[in-house]
């Protein structure tokens, strides 16, 4: 297992990880099917993430197939350029392998050397797993955003949570 930097030729992998993620689990913003991007349009957006220095997609390659990714966005405005946004996804036969973990550390050395000091994401309510790793990698709930989300006929919150390096 390889946790690496995200490059151009993982444009349809990356895609296909991402359809495959939302088949997989209710924990993701997009519906089955829904994700509907070409893969041109995969590999501007992965140029842009590159060219971007306070953004990072990081991937799990496993003998060159990608089997998660972890996404922090950052923007360039002096206000908030010391945070980013993340998200992240792993494809349920490698959940529970210890690959979020690692993905975080990863994150967070490139956090420090890239002077980002606060990481932040959502959760859903009903995500204990999530919850639970993102808590053991220090981070604390901020608030609850209720009825965020209409998942499967039923409103679902989410849970804000931030770390500070």
């Excluded at 959502?122 to 209409?150: D, P, R």
Aim: glycine share 8%; with cysteine.
């Amino acid at each position: 297992m390889l946790i690496r930097t995200i490059r151009m030729e993982d444009a349809k992998n990356y895609l296909n990880l991402c359809k495959k993620l939302d088949r997989e689990t209710e924990f993701r913003l997009y519906e089955p099917g829904e994700l509907n991007i070409t893969i041109d349009q995969q590999r501007k957006i992965i140029q842009d993430l590159i060219k971007n220095k306070k953004s990072i997609l990081l991937v799990v390659d496993i003998y060159g197939q990608l089997a998660g990714y972890l996404l922090a966005l950052g923007r360039n405005i002096n206000r908030i350029k010391h945070c980013v946004h993340i998200s992240i996804g792993i494809l349920q036969d490698y959940v529970g392998q210890g690959i979020g973990t690692k993905l975080f550390i990863e994150l967070e050395k490139w956090a420090i050397q890239n002077q980002i000091h606060r990481l932040e994401l959502t959760v859903m309510v009903n995500n204990k797993a999530g919850q639970a790793l993102y808590k053991k990698m220090g981070f604390k709930v901020e608030g609850v955003k209720e009825h965020s989300l209409f998942v499967n006929g039923r409103y679902i919150d989410d849970i804000y949570m931030a770390k500070l390096i």
